[in-house]
């Protein structure tokens, strides 16, 4: 884990967005979760992770609420109902990576269950999807942006890719507040770890 003070400029300029559904977004700056459960758009041959820090860019168009646990529904009721997607879009949230960690199998899926909120049986969708590729558990420290940049959406962004370039006029957030303090990251990223370590997962 990198620390940074509880109000401190977040790392060095970011130039990229990690495109996630809203409301995993949601949690994630609620701090409710550190994980997301990946794999690879349709215009993409495969997941990957090549940034360090990046923002965090909310997508409605596929997200449902059959799609996330039923305890979580109502909690996050707000980021499911919008399904259009904004063309001026702040973008609240921004991530380090932490760490991540390839699944392969339903009993590694299964023991990281209780860290996210997608349903058991979409996760085990997206793991048969596309099955010769695993799918990514990664580990993000988030934090929320009071004064977000917006970032004027346009064709370029759109598509089933995970990945977007920001402008050059958006740079890493100054004043931005982490979801969750050092310690409680590091209990819930070390609770991602000793789940999958006990099912003989390694990052």
Same mark, same amino acid.
């Given at each position: ?23 995993? @977004? ?9 994980? @997301?459960?990946?794999? #690879?758009? @349709? #215009? ?29 529904? %109502?909690?996050? %009721? ?11 879009? +702040?973008? &609240? ?5 932490? #760490? ?10 299964? %023991?990281?269950?209780?860290?996210? @909120?997608?349903? +058991?049986?979409?996760? !085990? ?8 590729? +695993? ?13 977000? +940049? ?25 004043? %931005? ?15 991602? !770890?000793?789940?999958?370590? &006990?099912?003989?997962? &390694? #990052?």
């Amino acid at each position: 884990m990198i620390g940074h003070p509880s109000r401190a400029r977040v790392g060095r300029v970011s130039e990229h967005a990690l495109k996630e559904w809203a409301v995993t @977004i949601a949690a994630l700056a609620a701090g409710d979760q550190v994980l @997301i459960v990946r794999k #690879g758009g @349709i #215009g993409e041959r495969r997941f990957e992770l090549p940034h360090p820090r990046f923002y965090l860019f909310p997508t409605h168009a596929h997200q449902r609420p059959e799609l996330v646990k039923p305890a979580e529904r %109502a909690r996050f %009721a707000d980021p499911l109902a919008q399904r259009e997607e904004p063309s001026r879009l +702040p973008l &609240a949230a921004y991530a380090e990576l932490h #760490g991540a960690h390839p699944i392969a199998d339903p009993e590694a899926l299964a %023991a990281i269950d209780h860290l996210h @909120i997608l349903a +058991p049986s979409y996760a !085990e969708e997206r793991l048969r999807w596309r099955r010769k590729h +695993p799918l990514w558990a990664a580990v993000l420290r988030v934090w929320t942006v009071p004064a977000p +940049p917006v970032l004027e959406v346009t064709p370029e962004h759109g598509g089933c890719v995970s990945w977007v370039e920001l402008p050059a006029s958006i740079g890493a957030p100054r004043d %931005a507040v982490p979801a969750l303090s050092d310690e409680a990251f590091a209990r819930a990223a070390a609770d991602v !770890e000793a789940a999958l370590t &006990a099912v003989g997962v &390694a #990052g």
